[in-house]
């Protein structure tokens, strides 16, 4: 039977229309980052916090005010230096901040013999490492506005690593997932996986601190995008390292006991690393897991697995 030439043009163009709606995250190109905005990000001030640390105060269009990065010198570091790698530490979510990585100087020591400039930028206490569909756009901010700014000024190479916990662990496999080549190694320490394994449960999370995932992400139809489960084939080449805990009291947990309370936030989070690990392997990707069995989500892990995690980000 002949169709008339009105139906096929009507056919051609649902088809296109569908397809278009339909792209996964495996195809789906990245929304184009806020490049003209960002191009006029400036540095306001530097100021030495002790010898090795610098702050550095940026005013940055893309999330609209002032942010922090910090920044921890390698030993023979010296002005006109050139080619060193770089390492991004990103923090978690909820309260503290950047400052979370160096309070308690366990940062500092660890990275005391590293040939290696690291960077430490802030990301908002709910940023979540995206630029927001309505709000800041802080993958702007530490993929285009940071690098710019502060690389340069610190004699920065091309070979960067990304590592963080729970909300940073999440930001450190997407940036490293959405932005092919810039990172050669990833890890995460407890960190948020696998954003649609409970999309209800994640939702109430979220607007109990006061996100609207809408103005985040999109519709959950859009989450794959910025997932790291979906995202895991895009890791292809990247050194990765993945660390949890499943909630129960450990051996860093002070007074800890055995039957003790559960941290279903930690436990919660083993799951979704499982689920991370078993689509990376699906996707032909080699990740280094350390599933420790009990483990809350507390700071001590997190340090332990950052410690037991350099080898792979600087070999």
């Not at 163009?13 to 905005?37: F, I, K, N």
């Not at 993929?143 to 909300?167: D, H, I, K, N």
């Not at 699906?282 to 280094?288: C, L």
Request: proline share 7%; net charge neutral; charged share 20%.
């Amino acid at each position: 039977m002949q169709l008339p030439v009105k139906k096929i043009l009507t056919w051609l163009v649902l088809v296109v229309m569908v397809t278009g709606c339909q792209g996964t995250a495996e195809s789906a190109a990245p929304p184009p980052v806020r490049s003209t905005a960002a191009a006029s990000a400036k540095l306001v001030s530097q100021e030495a916090v002790d010898g090795r640390t610098d702050k550095l105060v940026i005013d940055s269009p893309a999330t609209g005010g002032l942010r922090s990065v910090w920044v921890l010198k390698p030993a023979g570091w010296k002005p006109g230096s050139t080619g060193w790698r770089v390492l991004y530490l990103l923090h978690g979510c909820c309260a503290g901040g950047a400052w979370d990585w160096l309070r308690t100087g366990e940062t500092a020591r660890l990275t005391a013999r590293l040939d290696a400039v690291v960077i430490v930028p802030e990301g908002g206490s709910m940023g979540w490492y995206a630029d927001w569909r309505d709000g800041p756009g802080w993958e702007t901010f530490h993929m285009t506005e940071v690098p710019r700014l502060v690389e340069p000024r610190y004699g920065a190479g091309t070979r960067r690593a990304v590592a963080g916990f729970s909300m940073g662990g999440y930001g450190a496999f997407v940036y490293a997932a959405r932005h092919p080549g810039v990172f050669e190694a990833a890890a995460s320490f407890s960190g948020v996986l696998d954003i649609r394994d409970d999309v209800p449960g994640y939702r109430s999370f979220m607007a109990d601190n006061g996100v609207d995932t809408e103005d985040l992400w999109g519709d959950p139809s859009a989450w794959p995008e910025h997932n790291p489960a979906d995202l895991a084939g895009r890791l292809k080449g990247v050194r990765l390292y993945a660390s949890s805990g499943d909630g129960e009291p450990g051996p860093l947990d002070p007074g800890r006991q055995s039957g003790g309370t559960t941290d279903h936030t930690e436990a919660a989070i083993m799951r979704q690393n499982l689920n991370f690990a078993r689509a990376a392997e699906k996707a032909g990707v080699k990740v280094t897991t350390d599933f420790y069995g009990n483990g809350t989500h507390t700071w001590p892990y997190w340090m332990r697995s950052f410690e037991r995690a350099l080898p792979l980000l600087l070999p």
